[in-house]
């Protein structure tokens, strides 16, 4: 028979929407919207940064960033954050969520401000240092991923937890978008204080020595949201799931929970400690019985992320293109250093206002409804359909006539990714795993989707160059052209779509239901049926 559910878990379990939900949506929440404005706010700057430190006056055209220093500084915050997922998931389930949530926010508030101290007026100085405050503001960064998913889904009714973790993670579009906004403010006041020519007018005129102050601006106003939600992420008490089921401390779990539910709640010690001895609530991460129990669900979790951030952060090859179709981003050289950063803000807000901010939220109103791999599946069977309708006929695209079709085309992919897997592999293995093991299980699913991100980022921004070396972007060597990559993204997609079916269906269970933490070690066979990979 299945052990009684704990009465601290289960009045979580059964608890009404209160405040409380709503505290955790936001002071998680605010921790991943900083999280995108610090990843996302480098690229709005890189053409800054290439016409500061690398621009020949006697060229005719303004400077860019070096491919390498262009990959180191756009990629050392993923390498960062990749680190970051496995460290601090780990160190959420050894020391607890609490206390390791104050650290990784503390550790990316201190790096949003080096990162525009960054010392030194040579590029060599400045990108090096750039890059190593950035290395470790990806670090604070991971930690979030983990443990972010964790608190807000130990904190949540299994009513409505896939709602609540999937808008944690919708606030990623509020910070892109933000990012986009403090952008265009900085680059407007300091365009209409310094007035400055086009680089094709007058090329030393055109980059004011003011414009330095730009960049450093936008990167350091990331500390300031991780600064307003410090206070009230030191104020949530640790999760009842973790100090009751990992801590093993029934009274504090009873009385933290009492005063956030506003209920009577009875300390069950003896049950707790009968709870945690059980043999299938003690196995570790690299024991037989989490391979037999859990292996294929972390194989499923890691695999979707890797593969959805693939083809997520391949975005990069196209934008260029979009920009200049729609007249958002002209020549560099028609314009001066301000004018192009509030270009590319003006752009990049945009994007994150039509095309990543809806797809989130279309998650969050769903997502108890369809389910998580319902949405999951969709999601990556409509990504492979636009990227083979892209890929196909790219000729076709490249027509002028025809880039509207193709930016709609492009909007439609990355609608279904937010509508889809790039919000369910986020909120999945923070539901699936034991409490004792969840933080780590996420930070290692999450880490392999940071892997993805490397690889759709980078890999394919080399090896979508032209085949022609005529046609290949500055410092590149010749790739397999746009058309072949998207023909590859594409596979990656339908790849997805068929490992999502090693994920289990999480929707109304209870965190323990499906990690099997509340079933005597008879039902162990049960309990693995129960939590079938397929729904039906």
């Known amino acids: 028979m299945a052990g009684d559910q704990l009465q601290v878990l289960n009045a979580l379990d059964v608890a009404k929407t209160q405040w409380y939900h709503f505290t955790a949506i936001v002071v998680a929440g605010m921790g991943f919207f900083t999280d995108a404005y610090d990843l996302f706010s480098i690229s709005l700057v890189t053409k800054l940064l290439g016409r500061i430190y690398y621009t020949d006056l006697n060229s005719k055209k303004p400077g860019s960033l070096p491919p390498n220093v262009a990959a180191a500084v756009n990629g050392v915050a993923f390498c960062g954050t990749l680190s970051g997922q496995l460290f ?18 503390m550790l990316m508030v201190v790096c949003s401000i080096a990162s525009g101290l960054s010392f030194g007026h040579e590029a060599k100085g400045v990108m090096a240092t750039l890059c190593f405050f950035r290395f470790w503001l990806g670090f604070g960064i991971g930690g979030d991923y983990p443990l972010s998913a964790t608190i807000m889904s130990e904190y949540a009714n299994k009513k409505t937890r896939g709602a609540f973790i999937a808008a944690v993670f919708a606030m990623q579009g ?5 990012g986009g906004i403090v952008a265009l403010i900085v680059s407007s006041a300091f365009k209409a204080r310094y007035k400055a020519p086009a680089y094709d007018v007058g090329a030393a005129a055109s980059l004011v020595p003011q414009a330095d102050y730009v960049w450093r601006i936008i990167l350091m106003f990331g500390s300031v949201p991780a600064l307003l939600t410090y206070y009230w992420r030191m104020k949530m008490p640790e999760t009842a799931r973790y100090t009751a089921l990992v801590a093993k401390n029934a009274k504090q779990a009873a009385n933290d929970m009492a005063k956030v539910l506003q209920v009577d709640l009875v300390e069950e010690q003896e049950k707790v400690d009968q709870f945690t001895s059980k043999a299938n609530n003690e196995f570790g991460l690299f024991s037989k019985q989490f391979v037999k129990r859990h292996g294929l669900h972390l194989l499923g979790t890691a695999t979707t992320w890797f593969l959805l951030d693939i083809a997520f952060y391949s975005q990069n090859l196209f934008q260029k293109d979009i920009f200049s179709a729609v007249g958002w981003l002209p020549k560099a050289q028609t314009m001066s250093a301000l004018e192009e950063v509030y270009r590319v803000a003006r752009a990049q807000t945009l994007i994150a206002l039509c095309g990543t901010v809806p797809g989130y939220w279309f998650t969050v109103a769903l997502i108890d409804v369809m389910g998580r791999f319902a949405i999951q599946l969709m999601g990556f069977a409509m990504m492979t359909v636009f990227m083979f309708a892209l890929a196909i006929p790219y000729n076709h695209w ?6 509207i079709g193709f930016i709609i085309m492009y909007a439609l992919t990355f609608f279904f990714a937010n509508f889809g897997p790039n919000a369910t592999t ?3 293995p923070a539901e699936i795993f034991p409490a004792r093991l969840r933080s780590t299980c996420h930070g290692i699913s999450s880490a392999s989707g940071k892997a ?11 090896l979508a160059q032209s085949k022609d ?4 972007d500055t410092g590149y060597p010749t790739g397999i052209g746009v058309k072949d990559s998207l023909m590859i993204l594409g596979g990656v997609c339908a790849l997805g779509f068929f490992c999502t079916f ?18 005597d070690e008879e039902d162990e066979a049960a309990v693995q049926y129960d939590n079938r990979t397929v729904p039906v």
């Open 88 to 105: 601090f998931g780990w160190l959420g389930d050894k020391m607890g969520r609490k206390r390791v949530y104050g650290m990784t926010l």
């Open 174 to 178: 509020f910070g892109n978008l933000t």
């Open 398 to 403: 490249t027509h002028p006539d025809n880039r």
């Open 426 to 428: 986020f909120v999945v």
């Open 452 to 462: 993805g991100a490397i690889v759709g980022a980078f890999g394919f921004l080399y």
């Open 469 to 472: 070396p005529a046609k290949t």
């Open 502 to 519: 090693l994920v289990p269906e999480s929707k109304g269970k209870s965190l323990e239901e499906m990690s099997g933490e509340n079933e």
